[in-house]
């Protein structure tokens, strides 16, 4: 009888000891997993920065009325414009929860682009009077006009696509590793089931 009970314990013993030892080896590659998804967001975490250059030539004029409009002055000036814009994601900023248990990582806010405008704007053939000088306001006039004309530009330019296209590249070394590991990408509610589906969700 002894022998039988003592026989019960050591099989019990061993049965708890396997199942002891499989609840350390999923919670060790549970924390394995995860350590790595932080590890791939970091590595991603960086400033994604997409660069265009645009040109432009315009004419600005001015007339200034002397005596009841019986003279008048212009002043006018050739603008040439050169300007380097930079489209940038800083994916330091983004925010993230990663859901053990569910094996989810949710992304909860990608910043938006970073929209730089750098003109380098030269004056040539220009024509004023000393009744009709050129003065602060008229360059700050022209600066921005030039700047609205350059946003006007960098909208119907590719430049916006071409950073949405690098944001999405790194972003989907995120969802690849997720999928590799049997975990699932989330954003905006929904699963991402490919670069294709992420790209879709991401709005400029």
Known sequence: MKRIILIIVVVVGVLLSFKYCAFKDNDDS???NTNLIQQ???????LIVTEGHFSEVLTYKDKDS???TLLTFEKKALVVVNADVTVAFDLRQMEYKIDEEAKTITILNIPEAEI???PDIKFYDVQTSRLN???GDDYNKINESVKKNLAKKVEM?????????????ELSKILILTKT????????GNAIQDEIDLGEKIKL
């Open 133 to 135: 000088p050129f003065d």
């Open 66 to 68: 002397k005596w009841l």
């Open 181 to 188: 590991m049997g975990w699932t990408l989330i954003y905006e």
């Open 116 to 118: 730089k405008i750098s």
């Open 40 to 46: 791939q967001i970091v590595s991603v975490g960086k």
């Open 157 to 169: 330019s590719t430049l916006k696509s071409n950073a949405k296209n690098r944001l999405v590249s």
């Open 30 to 32: 549970l924390e394995y």
